[in-house]
C-alpha cells in the first residue's frame, strides 16, 4: 500500500477490490450515465469544503462541536419541502440546545442531499421461495419485490443527482432567506413542540439566548452578524464509487482533488478495508471526511488507516465515528483511544450511539432505546476525557417527525407503539421529541 497522492487519479479506486456495490447488468449504460454525471454542475464549492476543514480543526482543538444527524437513508419520496424542513429545524433546535446549554459553537452537518445508498449484510433477499438481489438504496434499485424493481437502474444516479441538488438548493434559499437566524427561534417550531414533555426547558432556553443576543446587541451597538446565517453542511456515506467519481473534480487555483457531490463523505464500517477501493478513493480527495469505526478493528488497523486517509496528519481532515454500542464501548474503545495518543494523530473523535444499539423485538421489528443511546454518549465522554482528550462529536439517525421508531425518552414510546407509525425502510431513527431531549441529555454531558 502507498500513501503516495501522485499515483492517485479519481478512477483509481477502480483497480482494487470495491465491497458493497450493486451489479449492474448493462456495463455501458452504466458509463454513459456516469460520463453525464460527470458532466454536470457540482453541489457544492470548495470554499466551503475547506471552511469546514478548518471548523473542524476547531472540533480538535476543543473549540466547537460537531452535530451530524438526519436519515439513515433518505428516500425520493421524502424530497418534499414539508420532509426537508422539519429536518432542518430539528438540526436547528438541537443545536441551539448544545450552545446555549452545553456551551460550544456547532458545527450542523446533516445526513443529507445524496444519503441514497446503503451497505447491505446479504446480496439478496428470500421471500415464498423467491429470491432477488436485496434493495441498496433509491440510488440503485427500487424498495418494491419485484425483478424488475430490483435490477440496479444507472438511471437511478441521475435520479439521485437531482434529488440531492433540489434539497441542498431548498436549504440554502431557507437558510440565505433568514430561516436559520438565531433572532428567530420561532421558524424553527415544529406544530407539536409545545406538546413535548421538554417544551417548558426548551423554551426558556429560547428564551435566555434571546436576551444574551440583545444584551450583546447593546452592548456593541450592532446586530451580531454571525448569528444571522448558520452554516449547513451536507453528508452522505460516500459507498457508491461511481457516483463519487463523477463529481471529483478540480477547481482553478487549487492543487486538490475536490468531491463536490457533498461537503463530507464518511467511509462505513463495512467498507473501511485497508487494500479496499474506498479506502483509495477517499485517500485522495481534500474533503474532510469521517470513517465508522465499529467492530471488528484492532488499534493497528486503526492507525494503519489513519496514516493512510491523513498522511500528513492535518487537523480536521479525519472525524473517526465509532459506533460500539453502550455493551461493548468500555472495552473497544480504550485500546483505540490509547494508540491515537500515542502517536499523536489528529482525529475528531465521534460517536455514533445508533448503529451499536440496533436490536430486534420479539415481534421481528428493529429498534433502538433510547437509554442505551444516552449510555454510550455518556461513556464515550467519559473514557476520551479519561484518556485526555474530548469527545467532538456526535452522529445521529433522527427525523423531525413523530414517527415510532425507537422506544423510551419522556415521550414513553413503548414496543407497543413500533406499530403505529414505523415509515425507515432501513435503520429506526430518534423522533422529534426524542431528538430534541437528546440534546438536553447531551448538553449536560458537555458541561460536566
Ligand atoms: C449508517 O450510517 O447508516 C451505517 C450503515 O453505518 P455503519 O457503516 O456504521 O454500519
Ligand atoms: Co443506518
Given at each position: 500500500m502507498t500513501n503516495d497522492t501522485r499515483q492517485w487519479t479519481p478512477d483509481s479506486w477502480q483497480s482494487k477490490p470495491a465491497a458493497q456495490q450493486p451489479s449492474y447488468p448493462d456495463a455501458e449504460a452504466l458509463h454513459k450515465t456516469v460520463e453525464k454525471l460527470s458532466k454536470l454542475p457540482p453541489l457544492v464549492t470548495s470554499w466551503e469544503i475547506e471552511k469546514l476543514r478548518s471548523q473542524l480543526a476547531d472540533v480538535v482543538r476543543g473549540e466547537r462541536f460537531l452535530l451530524q444527524g438526519g436519515d439513515c437513508s433518505e428516500s425520493f419520496e421524502d424530497c418534499q419541502s414539508d420532509a426537508i424542513t422539519s429536518k432542518l429545524k430539528i438540526l436547528l433546535q438541537m443545536s441551539l440546545v448544545l450552545t446555549q446549554s452545553g456551551r460550544k459553537r456547532v458545527i450542523r452537518i446533516g445526513r443529507?442531499?445524496?444519503?441514497?445508498a446503503k451497505p447491505r449484510s446479504s446480496e439478496t433477499e428470500t421471500h415464498n421461495g423467491v429470491t432477488l438481489p436485496v434493495y441498496r438504496g433509491d440510488m440503485i434499485n427500487r424498495?418494491?419485490?419485484?425483478k424488475e424493481e430490483r435490477r440496479p437502474d444507472p438511471d437511478l444516479l441521475l435520479r439521485a443527482y437531482e434529488r440531492a441538488a433540489l434539497t441542498i438548493n431548498f436549504i440554502r434559499a431557507l437558510i440565505d432567506g433568514g430561516f436559520a437566524d438565531l433572532h428567530h427561534p420561532?421558524?424553527?417550531?415544529?406544530?407539536?413542540v409545545r406538546k413535548s414533555p421538554r417544551a417548558a426547558e426548551y423554551m426558556q432556553m429560547v428564551e435566555s439566548l434571546g436576551e444574551s443576543l440583545r444584551f450583546m446587541e447593546t452592548l456593541?451597538?450592532?446586530?451580531?452578524?454571525?448569528m444571522n446565517r448558520v452554516d449547513f453542511f451536507t453528508s452522505h456515506e460516500g459507498l457508491h464509487l461511481w457516483y463519487e467519481q463523477a463529481q471529483t473534480r478540480k477547481v482553478p487555483r487549487r492543487p486538490y482533488w475536490y468531491?463536490?457531490?457533498?461537503h463530507f463523505p464518511w467511509i462505513g464500517n463495512r467498507t473501511r478495508?485497508?487494500?479496499?477501493a474506498h479506502v483509495e478513493y477517499f485517500r485522495g480527495i481534500r474533503n474532510p471526511i469521517g470513517v465508522k469505526i465499529g467492530q471488528p478493528i484492532t488499534p493497528d488497523e486503526l492507525v494503519a488507516l489513519c496514516r493512510i486517509l491523513n498522511p500528513e496528519n492535518e487537523l480536521g481532515r479525519l472525524t473517526l465515528i465509532h459506533r460500539f454500542g453502550a455493551d461493548a464501548v468500555e472495552r473497544e474503545l480504550p485500546p483505540l483511544v490509547d494508540i491515537v495518543q500515542k502517536h499523536g494523530l489528529a482525529v475528531v473523535w465521534c460517536c455514533d450511539p445508533m448503529h451499536g444499539n440496533t436490536e430486534v423485538t420479539s415481534t421481528g421489528v428493529k429498534t433502538r432505546r433510547f437509554e442505551r443511546i444516552v449510555r454510550e454518549l455518556e461513556l464515550s465522554f467519559q473514557i476520551l476525557k479519561e484518556h485526555?482528550?474530548?469527545?467532538?462529536g456526535v452522529h445521529f439517525e433522527l427525523t423531525?417527525?413523530?414517527?415510532?421508531e425507537c422506544v423510551g425518552g419522556?415521550?414513553?414510546?413503548?414496543?407497543?407503539?413500533?406499530?403505529r407509525d414505523y415509515r425507515s425502510s432501513v435503520d429506526p431513527r430518534l423522533n422529534y421529541e426524542q431528538a430534541l431531549e437528546m440534546a438536553m441529555s447531551l448538553a449536560r454531558l458537555m458541561r460536566q
Open positions: 443529507f442531499a445524496g444519503q441514497y424498495p418494491g419485490f419485484t420561532e421558524y424553527w417550531e415544529l406544530g407539536f456593541t451597538g450592532s446586530t451580531i452578524a454571525e468531491n463536490l457531490a457533498t478495508s485497508l487494500d479496499g485526555g482528550t474530548h469527545l467532538g423531525g417527525d413523530q414517527v415510532t419522556a415521550c414513553g414510546l413503548t414496543e407497543a407503539d413500533l406499530t
